[in-house]
């Protein structure tokens, strides 16, 4: 089963995009919604029921959205707060024919700038995710496999973790078509900022010390040498840890995830 998770869809890869598409390795962070990732997906919700003026939204709470949320409230047989509450979000997502907020959150990069992001199901979200670093090896164009090597942080397995993450297909496909080697997939509970990165900015994912378990995916050869990884906290948006601690090396395949 743990074999089903992780050895990427190279053959979408390779799918020649009807759009220029640029080489460089995707930077992909699926991580827990903060408050402002709620406030932007309400916002969105609002606008498409017609209560706010459709814009890029920032996560913001300013008059506009005040304004909205109480008509909402009033349309709804809510008491006109217009204070943004769990019950609030419950109730737009009702309304909105949405079922249940999500709790996590796909942002996808690329040379530093926004491609796209995409709310994302949890499986038991009251246990911490972890922190986990996936990245994608060498493969070719037509290769129907990708071997991932895996760096768990913080937290349980790296297979683990994947188990977890409930991605859409048309996201997934999204991803594939863009997907090369070096592209790396971080999982982690705790990140700043994610939602509203500049240009020029690369995701930041905070996890406590601990003791690093490496593993590459796609290869059976069994137990390797250890390496050392520092224990700190971590910043992969833009230096990777350097040695401390020898975790073990575990190389195994992962056929059919993430993308």
Do not use: C
């Amino acid at each position: 089963m743990v074999a089903a998770k992780l050895t990427a869809g190279a053959s979408a890869a390779a799918i020649q995009a009807a759009e220029p598409r640029s080489n460089a390795p995707l930077r992909i962070l699926v991580t827990r919604r903060t408050q402002r990732d709620h406030i932007i997906a309400v916002q969105n919700i609002l606008a498409d029921l017609g209560y706010l003026d459709r814009q890029e939204f920032d996560g913001t709470f300013g008059k506009p959205t005040v304004t909205a949320i109480k008509a909402f409230q009033k349309a709804n047989g809510m008491q006109e707060t217009g204070a943004f509450t769990d019950e609030l979000v419950k109730k737009v997502y009702e309304v909105a024919g949405k079922g249940e907020p999500p709790l996590g959150h796909i942002y996808v990069r690329q040379e530093f700038s926004r491609l796209f992001d995409a709310p994302v199901g949890l499986r038991n979200p009251d246990e911490p995710l972890g922190t986990h670093v996936y990245t994608a090896l060498k493969f070719s164009p037509g290769d129907t496999k990708t071997r991932w090597m895996a760096v768990t942080v913080q937290g349980g397995s790296a297979e683990s973790a994947l188990d977890r993450i409930e991605i859409s297909d048309d996201i997934r496909q999204r991803i594939s078509e863009r997907l090369t080697p070096g592209s790396t997939l971080i999982i982690g509970d705790t990140s700043i900022n994610a939602a509203t990165l500049p240009k020029g900015g690369d995701f930041v994912v905070l996890a406590k010390g601990s003791s690093p378990k490496t593993f590459s995916a796609g290869d059976d050869s069994g137990d390797q040498p250890k390496r050392k990884v520092r224990r700190y906290n971590y910043n992969y948006g833009y230096s990777y840890p350097r040695p401390f601690h020898q975790p073990q090396r575990i190389y195994r395949s992962f056929p059919g995830w993430p993308f």
